[in-house]
């Protein structure tokens, strides 16, 4: 189970996160002077893989967007599945690094507080970072057996942890739903489809978008919080480090 960190930890680990994961959606993005080549062949990469699926791009694709040759493209990545991997590593670093948030600012004892933070933090990833989430959903089976290896345990710790505080949620009278491991995976499964259809444009900003989520969760397995928890996280998203996009690599692609 994932334990919580300092407050202040959360927060400098956040702005980290936000300044270096790829395909954060258009005006959440972090300002950067420069893009090191690695890092602009890992946007190219997944606007690509998110385009047109992993099995249809070629590493040719890639070095031809980003105008490299091979010897130029191998030498930050060997192959496009290490491209893959590398993507993929940094969605779940990504996801860990939110709910590292949603954990520090709940109380464990609170279970229906604890479960909406987490399902807050989980939409609001899936909402600032659509196309790095959808690659790593939809294009996961396409990792090499290793890599699977080390991220599946990880993914799996992040869904005991739900389905314990689901099941104390239980115990205590706070939640009204018969089997835990079912409810989380309809919760998971139904905040990850966010990033297939949010619209960063639309009427809701990711704040509220993620407080929708998480109060539909909450009546999912019928418990109940105050906005409390939702003002104190909105809090920590918006002072953390988040200037407007500069994404050179868009035009290109």
């Known amino acids: 189970m994932l334990s919580p960190v300092p407050l202040p930890q959360d927060i400098e680990n956040l702005r980290l996160i936000r300044e270096t994961l790829p395909g954060a959606a258009k005006g959440l993005a972090p ?3 420069s893009m090191s080549p690695r890092d602009s062949l890992k946007e190219v990469a997944l606007r690509l893989f998110d385009e047109r699926g992993f099995k249809a791009v070629t590493v040719r694709d890639v070095m031809e967007v980003q105008g490299l040759t091979a010897g130029a493209m191998y030498n930050h990545f060997r192959s496009k599945e290490l491209l893959l991997v590398s993507l993929i590593t940094d969605s779940v670093g990504g996801l860990e690094a939110y709910l590292r948030v ?3 600012v709940s ?5 229906p507080a ?6 807050y933090a989980h939409a609001r990833y899936q909402c600032e970072y659509a196309p790095l989430a959808r690659v790593s ?3 996961f089976v396409h990792l090499p057996a290793k890599a699977k290896r080390e991220l599946v345990p990880r993914l799996l710790r992040i869904r005991l942890h739900q389905v314990g505080v689901t099941t104390e949620g239980i115990k205590s009278g706070e939640f009204d739903i018969e089997n835990p491991e079912i409810a ?3 919760f998971q499964g139904m905040g990850a489809k966010m990033s297939e259809w949010y619209d960063i444009k639309g009427p809701f900003d990711p704040a509220r978008m993620s407080r929708y989520h998480a109060k539909i969760v909450l009546r999912i397995v019928g418990g109940q919080t105050s906005e ?3 003002d104190a996280l909105d809090n920590v998203f918006r002072t953390s480090r988040r200037p407007t996009l500069r994404n050179k690599v868009e035009a290109a692609v």
Not at 107 to 111: K, Q
Not at 114 to 119: E, F, G
């Open 137 to 139: 959903s939809n294009e």
């Open 114 to 119: 604890r479960l909406a933070a987490v399902a």
């Open 102 to 104: 949603a954990f520090s």
């Open 31 to 33: 300002l950067r002077s």
């Open 184 to 186: 989380v995976m309809e």
């Open 107 to 111: 109380e464990p004892e609170n279970r």
């Open 228 to 230: 409390a928890i939702f």
